[in-house]
């Protein structure tokens, strides 16, 4: 049984539920019981699924068996098929439990999107079958990941699309809340699993989440968080399998900047390349990243130091699966540009704080570093935003770094933010 | 390599292929290339696919698995799905071997319903989409099955829906023809597996082939048949494995009338029911048989032969799999009518002759019952229409039935339609 505060009675709540959360029929009727709770408290429910378990990876497989470069627009209709199912088979079981159900596939509300087919973009939402079908009392279900494109044309919004979804609906129907349920129960203080005491956070600001999404978070989709700050909409991150609360993902307000640090993340699927003894002069920099570009090679943290005999390093990371690719790439490129050559490094980690508080406390970074350094463990590289300090270190020591850092700043320590 | 003849260079074809063509990957590829040689002739070509192979069945069991009766509109949802996954994967076969494609739902196509859901009828087809992409030079791949409410709801044909959208298309695109592409090569003057000289028939009229399919031969849907008399639509019923040409159903003309028998055709899927000594008076008919409708009981021959001592008795046939339902319901409605009892045979077959020369050829169902008379079988029940004889016979006899009736009437040996 799931009790809504009392204040959220007669809410307008989208809720959007995974593909690990619909993956058989079993599942798909737990989610409908739980939607059910929800309607029978009076409030209007809006339900965005994703493709059933691993339906998406069989329907992509489907298609490179036919071509190993299969057309985006066919691909999309190809992949838009998946959340078609889902919605159709909550909503009748919705039905079944006594509430009515409509579904809608992402056309049919006019989720309309720009036509970069397997990546589009939202541009815009009518949503009026749903204010209608809200209207008539149902429960309205509708597909994920899916649009349209003005002309009529079925698109996808990438992987993690049902996330934007879900904001989306919920900042075009003005929703008192996005509820993202997933098989994890909210955003931690660091990864549970290296960190047997870490914490839940009760809230967290966008753009907290939105360092945490980059920095190896895995909880929630960057672009939605993006978008949830974009409209203001308040995302709450919670278990599909628990009834207990998860973390709010809102906007900052006072209370939060109290906190100097909000969490720890790590990401342990990279790896770093170093161009060595570049000339020192304009233009090298676009010249080497220009090359990686050529190749889409996407890269992460990127550092230069200043030039000592004319010449300097220029280091960076990239997903580790790109490695290969991004070495041979540079390699020529390092010819063109006259440097000495490539050095390449796989067991990197890059691990990172993050905390709106940074802004307004200083020594964070120092504090950051000091830690590490008790540890005896070297840092490789530095990058800060705003929020955020990531340190690039071997990636042996990532877990006790990141031990290490929850305990330096008192993160399983609960307090009010 | 499947050549067209001259006289057709330039068509607009319209093909259909249906589940087990394009079963996987494989299939589909092969039915691309097919498709391909079509268009490398200069043909517009627009190709209407099913689901792939039992993805229908599977996707029916999924949702039992959520409740045992399905929300009907959510039903269509989940179905629609099948063939939408089919025409993504067909376009992109046919675009990687550099024939532009480009595939559309049903909805996409402006394939309007009416709103029975499962079972929808077509109401109209706007077809705008179509002929832009055949202007633009490309291949069109529509999903079979499926249409749409005028409101936008996503409804389905019923089971063999995918042929009515072939003759649909065809007849709204004013198509030179509807090429319906089955595991059959075409329509046989008796099912080739009991009569081994069968014959394929080169021409067969739309009533013909009607009657024919109502009547066991299970080659096109009745519906599809019905749609493409009333726009006369040329169907040219042939294999998907084969190149050679199949069976043209076309309106009929002088020629075919004569030939007096076209075919023999035979089901035996069927159980006999008769309520016996019921009162002999008017009313007693409806009585019976409403009480039968009223259980969704849809009966096939009806016999009731003139009373004897101020009572009659009444027997029909209905599909085998209602035969214990129908007996029951039946055995009510006798005590109604003050009827002595009834009776139930589970093994009778019917057979038909059929052909539209009966029209003006006298003797033909004579010749029939003399034939099954020399083979010592007894006829159980007889029913005519215009151009077409069936009895109902002991189901042990059906195939000698069959067979002898084939020889009678030397439908084995060629002729000029």
Chains 1, 2 share one sequence.
């Not at 919605?87 to 809608?104: D, R, T, V, Y």
């Not at 967290?204 to 909880?219: F, H, N, P, Q, T």
Request: hydrophobic share 45%; glycine share 8%.
């Amino acid at each position: 049984m799931v009790v809504y505060d009392d204040c959220l009675m007669g809410q307008l709540i989208v809720q959007k539920y995974g593909g690990s959360s619909v993956a058989d029929p079993e599942k798909i009727k737990s989610v409908a019981r739980r939607v059910a709770e929800g309607a029978a408290q009076g409030h209007r429910m809006v339900i965005v699924v994703s493709a059933m378990g691993k339906t998406t990876d069989s329907l992509v497989a489907l298609a490179q068996a036919i071509t190993p470069t299969p057309d985006p627009r066919e691909m999309d209709m190809v992949l838009a098929s998946g959340e078609q199912i889902t919605i159709g088979l909550l909503a009748m079981a919705l039905a079944s439990l006594g509430h009515p159900a409509c579904s809608f596939t992402g056309p049919q509300v006019g989720m309309i999107t720009d036509g970069v087919h397997t990546q589009a973009r939202i541009r815009r939402i009518t949503a009026e079958r749903i204010q209608t079908a809200l209207e008539a009392g149902k429960v309205v279900v509708v597909a994920g990941f899916q649009g349209m494109t003005e002309s009529g044309d079925i698109t996808t919004l990438g992987r993690g699309g049902s996330d934007l979804t879900g904001v989306a609906l919920a900042a075009a129907l003005k929703a008192d809340v996005c509820e993202i349920f997933t098989d994890v129960d909210g955003v931690y203080t660091a990864d549970p699993n290296v960190v047997p005491d870490a914490r839940k956070l009760a809230r967290v600001s966008y753009d907290e989440m939105l360092e945490m999404a980059a920095l190896g978070a895995k909880v929630l989709q960057a672009r939605s968080v993006e978008f949830a700050k974009k409209f203001s909409v308040p995302v709450h991150v919670r278990s599909t399998f628990k009834p207990d609360p998860g973390t709010m993902v809102t906007r900052e307000d006072r209370s939060m900047e109290d906190v100097v640090v909000t969490g720890v993340t790590h990401d342990r699927g990279q790896a770093k390349l170093s161009i060595l003894r570049v000339p020192d002069r304009p233009g090298i920099a676009s010249q080497v990243f220009g090359g990686l570009a050529k190749q889409n090679i996407v890269v992460d943290m990127i550092v230069q130091n200043i030039g000592r005999d004319g010449s300097t390093d220029i280091s960076f990371t990239l997903p580790r699966a790109d490695r290969q690719r991004a070495e041979s790439a540079l390699a020529t490129v390092a010819k063109e540009v006259g440097a000495s050559g490539v050095a390449a490094d796989d067991r990197v980690a890059k691990v990172s704080i993050v905390g709106v508080g940074m802004r307004s406390h200083s020594g964070v970074a120092a504090r950051m570093f000091e830690t590490l350094s008790k540890e005896n463990i070297n840092i490789q590289m530095i990058s800060t935003s705003e929020i955020a300090v990531s340190c690039v270190i071997e990636d042996k020591y990532a877990e006790l770094a990141v031990r290490a850092l929850h305990d330096a700043f008192e993160l399983a320590k609960e307090r009010e933010a």
